[in-house]
């Protein structure tokens, strides 16, 4: 099996995909077929208390609306005391929303009685309607039928409509293209009139509260009859002031355009202004938002500081101030030095950076060839000196010594000064070198063979060392 699938897999993913398509398919299908999936939770079931229940056929997708929104379903219709009772289950997310003064109407959608319950949810104030809750027979309307209008007529009205009827019935004989070519031509009018009405509804509220608002003036006008008239009268006058003053009128009215351009300009330097100032202002939103929680962080702080600034510092800086009058002269002496004072504190700045300064040093070896700072050196210099004091006796640490010369510089230095004489006992191997002449005379050839001379007794000394 496995090698089937491998040798086949393209052939085994599209099987796989189209059992996954199938599934969803059939999951929407059954979906909108009211099935109830195990792991979905259960509708609310209510009922509603009708009349008639003429053209309600549950199973067919009728729904439960509030206003224009589908809520539920229409689930079943059951006989009960003479009166249709019609099971419906409004779907979980709306289960609160119906109340138990609410209140129901059945319509059709179209004229083949594609039935809906049309509910009002009811008020707030009511409480949530709960499990099998039943909109009384008081709160629901049902469908008026054609029969029921009909039968309202009596019998010469009725034969008067056969009559209409069959007339129209012969005058359209024949005609259903002319019929057809008027109907067509209403569509651009019945399309500008659908326009009209969405516009409408969308100010639906717009035009409640303006209407509502109209009738509270008219209500309120109503009974200010002397109140209108001395309005009609106050405004008759000033009318006949404004003709009194046509000239200063028509003189404002030529001035306008200039007003109104340089308004306009001004307006241009405004915008730019909003432009930047609305960013900024946005900016600052936060800001500000945080300043007032800022302030009332700190007004605790304020208050318990008040005392203190009003009771200590406030009498400190009174007796201080004679003592600032006669710092004065000090300061302003000091003011004028301090340039100079400056400037040898910037001089003092650059001697210590460049003292310790060090961007490029050494860190390691594929930087070996980059400057240490003088503070580098300077503890190389302390490191070196203790390695080169590293001889100890009694007196403690002292640095070695290596003195070099001639003999004759030796003797020429001692000749004339008794007090360097000890210079020659300092060390047995000085006494004998500078001691014998051919060492100290400045022929080659004599001092050759005196250092041939010192080699073969020393090579003698060490083999009679060895031998012992």
Request: glycine share 8%; aromatic share 6%.
């Amino acid at each position: 099996m496995k090698r089937a699938i491998r040798e086949h897999w393209k052939d085994f993913a599209a099987i796989v995909g189209l059992i996954a398509i199938g599934l969803v398919v059939s999951a929407y299908i059954l979906e909108n077929q009211r099935f109830r999936f195990p792991f979905t939770e259960a509708p609310l079931r209510l009922q509603a208390e009708l009349e008639n229940a003429q053209a309600v056929t549950p199973g067919q997708g009728q729904t439960v609306d509030v206003a224009g929104v589908k809520v539920g379903r229409i689930a079943d219709v059951k006989l009960r005391n003479g009166r249709a009772i019609v099971g419906l289950d409004i779907f979980p997310r709306f289960k609160d929303l119906i109340r138990e003064d609410a209140s129901a109407l059945l319509r059709p959608r179209t004229g083949l009685k594609d039935m809906f319950l049309q509910v009002d949810p009811g008020t707030r104030d009511a409480p949530v309607a709960k499990k099998n809750f039943t909109i009384p027979v008081s709160r629901t309307m049902t469908d008026v039928d054609l029969d029921e209008i009909l039968a309202s007529l009596d019998a010469d009205t009725r034969d008067y409509i056969q009559l209409l009827l069959h007339g129209t019935a012969r005058g359209l004989e024949g005609r259903g293209g002319d019929l057809a070519e008027l109907f067509r031509r209403f569509g651009p009018t019945m399309r500008d009139l659908r326009r009209v009405n969405q516009a409408v509804a969308k100010e639906r509220e717009a035009l409640k509260d303006a209407i509502h608002g109209l009738s509270q003036l008219t209500e309120e006008l109503g009974g200010k009859d002397e109140e209108l008239a001395e309005l009609v009268d106050s405004s008759a006058a000033v009318f006949e002031a404004f003709a009194s003053e046509d000239r200063n009128v028509s003189a404002s009215v030529d001035r306008l355009p200039g007003a109104l351009r340089a308004t306009t300009s001004a307006m241009g330097q405004v915008r730019r202004l909003a432009d930047e100032l609305g960013p900024a202002s946005e900016a600052l939103t936060p800001t500000f938002q945080q300043l007032a929680r800022t302030n009332r962080a700190v007004t605790p702080v304020a208050r318990r500081l008040t005392p203190v600034l009003r009771d200590e510092v406030r009498p400190f800086v009174r007796e201080l101030r004679p003592l600032v009058g006669d710092l004065r002269p000090a300061a302003t002496g000091l003011s004028a030095a301090l340039p100079d004072i400056a400037s040898s504190f910037v001089r003092i700045n650059r001697f210590f950076n460049m003292v310790a300064f060090n961007p490029a040093g050494r860190e390691g070896p594929e930087k070996a060839d980059r400057q240490e700072g003088y503070l580098f050196w300077l503890a190389w210099l302390g490191h070196q000196t203790s390695n080169l004091v590293n001889i100890d006796d009694a007196n403690g640490p002292l640095r070695p010594v290596f003195l070099t010369g001639a003999c004759d510089t030796l003797i020429n230095l001692i000749e004339g000064e008794p007090a360097l004489e000890f210079l020659m006992g300092l060390s047995p191997i000085l006494a004998e070198r500078c001691g014998d002449p051919a060492t100290r005379s400045q022929d080659p050839d004599a001092v050759r063979r005196s250092i041939e001379r010192d080699r073969k007794r020393a090579a003698k000394v060490s083999t009679t060392g060895a031998a012992r």
